[in-house]
Nanobody, 121 residues
Framework: QVQLVESGGGLVQPGGSLRLTCVAS????????MGWYRQAPGKQRELVAA???????TYADSLKGRFTISRDSAKNTVYLQMDSLKPEDTAVYYC???????????????WGQGTQVTVSS
């Protein structure tokens, strides 16, 4: 009923930039919040950044100033601009949406399949 699809990952050199995109589709009544998480090999999934429907943002402390989350609510899309990338940013990046569906008007968390970001020279 609801699908989140990420794109924009890839291989980038240290100091480079990438922009991730996540598009939500399906029987969506409303998206209350969207966010990006990442999971590196052998580590737990962690919050990168999140944005609410009114534009309030939250960032992992270690990423403030390098990553920027934004949202186009009309397109059910969230972006993550990643600058000054470091090798330790290498991970699979997942999109998450707190979505209210048409069928029940209930909210649930939907996840994308993830996109690989590799920072290496």
């Amino acid at each position: 009923q609801v699908q989140l699809v990420e794109s924009g990952g890839g291989l980038v050199q240290p100091g480079g930039s990438l922009r991730l995109t996540c598009v939500a589709s399906g029987t969506i009544f409303k998206i209350n919040a969207m966010g990006w998480y990442r999971q590196a090999p052998g580590k737990q999934r962690e919050l990168v950044a999140a944005i609410t429907d009114d534009g309030s943002t939250t960032y992992a402390d270690s990423l403030k100033g390098r990553f920027t989350i934004s949202r186009d609510s009309a397109k059910n899309t969230v972006y993550l601009q990643m600058d000054s990338l470091k090798p330790e940013d290498t991970a699979v990046y997942y999109c998450k949406g707190a979505i209210v569906i048409v069928e029940t008007l209930g909210e649930f968390d939907a996840w994308g399949q993830g996109t690989q970001v590799t920072v290496s020279s």
